[in-house]
């Protein structure tokens, strides 16, 4: 118990140097910092919590060897020009593959028909509006990258927009903690994602990089907070019966 509490002090210091680094464009010690927070992270998930998921524990460990990947990119010679950077391509498929996971453990998770078939607008609505925002945010990396790049990042930010609908879909249907919590979770996680991509492309500016670092700590905090509630049935939503008055 007392080596749990010692993590979670370590990771709440950790956390707040990666944004303070990452604010003041320390990127290569960012990295660093990153890379340890989340081999403990995933360290605390597998030693003490008393109801893991499989997917929750791989996308920690999948995420975590991505970062680690980024981290030694900063320890190897740069590409040339017109060399294919593997390591990028690599710790980026990683990414995606992490986030992939946290996909399927949510659908494992729904009555895929009940689902359809009481939430089928709002679907198709969430359908639409991921395309929208994935051609747009995309887009606006479109003239820097080349083409192999522009259709990983295109990937990239599909995945997780589709991470962001199914965990709304999520709550939605469950309508519990558990849910609200992974959803919040998701929220940070697609800001940070979408003010990383800005930071990286559009604009270099340090507040950006101050912003994006915190919204991946905190989303982090709470897939953990998410990670520690027992998966439980859906919570029949709130409905205004009628008042009954008997004679």
């Given at each position: 118990?007392?080596?749990?509490?010692?993590?979670?002090?370590?990771?709440?210091?950790?956390?707040?140097?990666?944004?303070?680094?990452?604010?003041?464009?320390?990127?290569?010690?960012?990295?660093?910092?990153?890379?340890?927070?989340?081999?403990?992270?995933?360290?605390?998930?597998?030693?003490?919590?008393?109801?893991?998921?499989?997917?929750?524990?791989?996308?920690?460990?999948?995420?975590?060897?991505?970062?680690?990947?980024?981290?030694?990119?900063?320890?190897?010679?740069?590409?040339?020009?017109?060399?294919?950077?593997?390591?990028?391509?690599?710790?980026?498929?990683?990414?995606?593959?992490?986030?992939?996971?946290?996909?399927?453990?949510?659908?494992?998770?729904?009555?895929?028909?009940?689902?359809?078939?009481?939430?089928?607008?709002?679907?198709?609505?969430?359908?639409?509006?991921?395309?929208?925002?994935?051609?747009?945010?995309s887009g606006t990396a479109e003239?820097?990258?080349?083409?192999?790049?522009?259709?990983?990042?295109?990937?990239?930010?599909?995945?997780?927009?589709?991470?962001?609908?199914?965990?709304?879909?999520?709550?939605?249907?469950?309508?519990?903690?558990?849910?609200?919590?992974?959803?919040?979770?998701?929220?940070?996680?697609?800001?940070?994602?979408?003010?990383?991509?800005?930071y990286y492309y559009i604009l270099?500016?340090?507040?950006?990089?101050?912003?994006?670092?915190?919204?991946?700590?905190?989303?982090?905090?709470?897939?953990?907070?998410?990670?520690?509630?027992?998966?439980?049935?859906?919570?029949?939503?709130?409905?205004?019966?009628?008042?009954?008055?008997?004679?």
């Open positions: 118990m007392l080596v749990n509490k010692i993590l979670k002090l370590i990771l709440l210091l950790l956390g707040g140097s990666y944004i303070f680094l990452q604010g003041f464009a320390l990127e290569q010690e960012g990295a660093i910092v990153s890379a340890i927070m989340l081999i403990l992270l995933t360290w605390l998930y597998a030693g003490w919590t008393k109801h893991k998921s499989k997917f929750f524990f791989l996308f920690l460990i999948t995420f975590t060897l991505a970062q680690v990947l980024s981290l030694i990119s900063w320890y190897i010679p740069g590409t040339k020009a017109g060399e294919i950077d593997y390591l990028y391509y690599v710790a980026n498929v990683l990414y995606i593959i992490a986030y992939a996971l946290l996909i399927i453990k949510i659908i494992k998770g729904l009555d895929l028909k009940k689902v359809f078939s009481e939430l089928t607008i709002p679907i198709i609505v969430l359908v639409v509006l991921d395309i929208f925002c994935v051609t747009l945010i003239d820097m990258l080349s083409y192999d790049q522009y259709a990983l990042e295109y990937t990239y930010n599909a995945v997780v927009m589709i991470l962001l609908s199914f965990a709304l879909i999520n709550y939605m249907y469950r309508n519990n903690n558990k849910s609200m919590l992974f959803l919040i979770g998701s929220i940070f996680m697609m800001f940070s994602e979408i003010i990383q991509l800005a270099n500016d340090n507040s950006l990089g101050f912003v994006y670092a915190f919204f991946l700590v905190v989303a982090f905090v709470f897939f953990y907070l998410q990670s520690q509630h027992k998966v439980s049935e859906p919570v029949a939503a709130y409905s205004d019966e009628p008042l009954e008055i008997q004679n």
